[in-house]
T-cell receptor, first 116, second 109 residues
Framework: DAEITQSPRHKITETGRQVTLACHQTWNHNNMFWYRQDLGHGLRLIHYSYGVQDTNKGEVSDGYSVSRSNTEDLPLTLESAASSQTSVYFC???????????????FGPGTRLTVL | GQNIDQPTEMTATEGAIVQINCTYQTSGFNGLFWYQQHAGEAPTFLSYNVLDGLEEKGRFSSFLSRSKGYSYLLLKELQMKDSASYLCAVIDSNYQLIWGAGTKLIIKP
């Protein structure tokens, strides 16, 4: 069965360190997204990609970067981790929003990141 | 700006019916999703509405009124496993998903 996985599931790091969160999907979807979820906020979009070599900034992109070298993977990098980046991070993929009736975005299990 | 409003928390009794409302103000509209999210888990798809009216799927139904910028999710015959957060999300004119903060539903026996 197709799926979307994230690793690690939990990560504790120190302020100033570079951290990379992995996201891998076997749906063969062109669209991939990174969100963060914090109490009292909806899912907030960090970066997204509509295909290989395509990346775009979301509403909360400062301090984060992504790269898309193949269809399956969209790693998220925190260049210099800050305590404000302590959050739960979700990766998602979709075939297209125009065909949204097929279920929209499919989410990975999430990564809980703590920055001390 | 773009905005989606949902109640923060609701409580209901096992076996009862509950309606979770969502109002939105977005730049354009190309559809509305409801997702369910259990604590510590990923959101999962419940329903999609793009035309006005009611979509029924088992114990869950979702309603949309585009002219009023309003949707609701109706859960019938509530079960303890329905305790979760319910997220409303709208596809805007750029085909971006705009998310509400979610409604935490607590089911009491």
């Amino acid at each position: 069965d197709a799926e979307i996985t994230q690793s690690p599931r939990h990560k504790i790091t120190e302020t100033g360190r570079q951290v990379t969160l992995a996201c891998h999907q076997t749906w063969n979807h062109n669209n991939m997204f990174w969100y963060r979820q914090d109490l009292g906020h909806g899912l907030r979009l960090i970066h997204y990609s509509y295909g290989v070599q395509d990346t775009n900034k979301g509403e909360v992109s400062d301090g984060y970067s992504v790269s898309r070298s193949n269809t399956e993977d969209l790693p998220l990098t925190l260049e210099s981790a800050a305590s404000s980046q302590t959050s739960v991070y979700f990766c998602a993929s979709s075939e297209s929003m125009e065909l949204a009736g097929d279920g929209g975005q499919f989410f990975g299990p999430g990564t809980r990141l703590t920055v001390l | 700006g773009q905005n989606i409003d949902q109640p923060t928390e609701m409580t209901a009794t096992e076996g009862a019916i509950v309606q979770i409302n969502c109002t939105y103000q977005t730049s354009g509209f190309n559809g509305l999703f409801w997702y369910q999210q259990h604590a510590g888990e990923a959101p999962t798809f419940l329903s999609y509405n793009v035309l006005d009216g009611l979509e029924e799927k088992g114990r869950f139904s979702s309603f949309l009124s585009r002219s009023k910028g309003y949707s609701y999710l109706l859960l019938k015959e509530l079960q303890m496993k329905d305790s979760a957060s319910y997220l409303c999300a709208v596809i805007d004119s750029n085909y971006q998903l705009i998310w509400g903060a979610g409604t935490k539903l607590i089911i009491k026996p």
